[in-house]
């Protein structure tokens, strides 16, 4: 079973980055694994996702170019380094871990508690 723990989160001002990191306990590079965001009053949407040996990532069109998504199995951890941020980037950041690397939050098993980041203008 892996269970996911998010951290890195903060407050950063537009244009400044941000790099979240999750780590996963053993049996991480089983999965593959992604981040989701939820903004107040909005849907959990897909940010990113990579696959169990990193060679394979996918990312939302909003944040295309501006984030990266990277894994480092023999540490068991995951990172999204976020550059360029803009105010609508603002949510709540959740890693999780599934068999395939999917885009739907139905696809993965395991769920972080989340990690709050904030862009202010």
């Known amino acids: 079973q892996v269970q996911p723990v998010e951290s890195g989160g903060g407050l950063v001002q537009a244009g400044g980055s941000l790099k979240l990191s999750c780590a996963a306990s053993?049996?991480?590079?089983?999965?593959?694994m992604g981040w989701f965001r939820q903004a107040p009053g909005k849907e959990r949407e897909f940010v990113a996702t990579?696959?169990?040996?990193?060679?394979?990532?996918y990312y939302a069109d909003a944040v295309k170019d501006r984030f990266t998504i990277s894994r480092d199995n023999p540490k068991n951890m995951m990172y999204l380094q976020m550059n360029s941020l803009k105010p609508e980037d603002t949510a709540v950041y959740y890693c999780?871990?599934?068999?395939?690397?999917?885009?739907?939050?139905?696809?993965?098993?395991?769920w972080g508690q989340g990690t709050q980041v904030t862009v202010s203008s």
């Open positions: 053993r049996r991480f590079s089983l999965y593959a």
């Open positions: 990579i696959n169990w040996n990193g060679e394979s990532k």
């Open positions: 999780a871990a599934g068999r395939i690397a999917g885009r739907e939050a139905s696809v993965y098993t395991y």
